[in-house]
């Protein structure tokens, strides 16, 4: 059965840095797409960030660009995120999910949580002084 498990999320200082790790296993194949997705309090699911099963093509929201890098290491099996200058609207919980049933997945990801089969039950990033 195809599933993933996050971890690293954290209690962090602004402006600090966490890196979150979502190993996979069972999808009896590397080229599975990745996304990263985040929930505040009373609010709604927002993509963070994807990468494709090749690992060449990637998608970031436009409020994490620049801050956050997702990174695939198909011999580890395991997605990264890599979160820099964390800031007060980035505390949420983070869910990884991930495709590779479509025939697509190894080229492309997407940013809607729709697209993606399995998910995890999600780490929590605080950020606070």
């Known amino acids: 059965q195809a599933q993933v498990v996050e971890s690293g999320g954290d209690l962090v200082q602004p402006g600090g840095s966490l890196r979150l790790s979502c190993a996979a296993s069972g999808f009896g194949t590397a080229y599975y797409a990745v996304g990263w997705f985040r929930q505040a309090p009373g609010k709604e699911r927002e993509g963070v960030a994807c990468?494709?099963?090749?690992?060449?093509?990637?998608i970031y929201a436009d409020s994490v660009k620049d801050r956050f890098t997702i990174s695939k290491d198909s011999a580890k099996n395991t997605t990264y995120l890599q979160m820099n200058s964390l800031n007060v609207d980035d505390p949420a919980v983070y869910y990884c999910?991930?495709?590779?049933?479509?025939?697509?997945?190894?080229?492309?990801?997407?940013?809607?949580?729709?697209?993606?089969?399995?998910w995890g039950q999600g780490t929590q990033v605080t950020v606070s002084s």
């Open positions: 999910a991930a495709e590779g049933r479509r025939l697509d997945s190894a080229y492309y990801c997407s940013d809607r949580a729709g697209w993606y089969i399995s």
């Open positions: 990468v494709s099963g090749n690992g060449r093509s990637t």
